[in-house]
């Protein structure tokens, strides 16, 4: 039995979380190089550690090539979050990778800037070029 204040094993099976589907459709412009910002400030997810939620303003910035993200299964794969045990690290990284797979942006990057908790405010970035 392992020590019950240690993180080992917390998110061992991060990347290969079950998560909606993230659906794209065609670019019409795709010669055109361009910026396409998403703001979403009631992010939520579960704290791994203490099953406490825990409350984050996402910023995603992406420059499209052929696809672009289609916005409602984009908020569904989000909620999908609110009921998820995982880091703060580990939630900016799984978006950003799970959204590069679905649109095959020339370059995108991922904010989260979650809510003081013990008095620290963690803010992670992550961003993707091809």
Known sequence: MG?????EGLQEDVRGLKLPHIEVWQNKY???DYLVCFDTPE?????PKTGLPD?????I???????CIELKSFKEYLMAFRTLGIFHEHVVNRILADLVGSCKPRAMKVKGIFNIRGGI???VEAEYRA
């Open 3 to 7: 020590d019950k204040n240690t993180y």
């Open 30 to 32: 795709p010669d055109k």
């Open 43 to 47: 992010f939520t997810c579960i704290c």
């Open 55 to 59: 409350f984050a303003h996402l910023y």
């Open 61 to 67: 910035e992406y420059n499209p090539g052929d696809r």
């Open 121 to 123: 405010k963690t803010t």
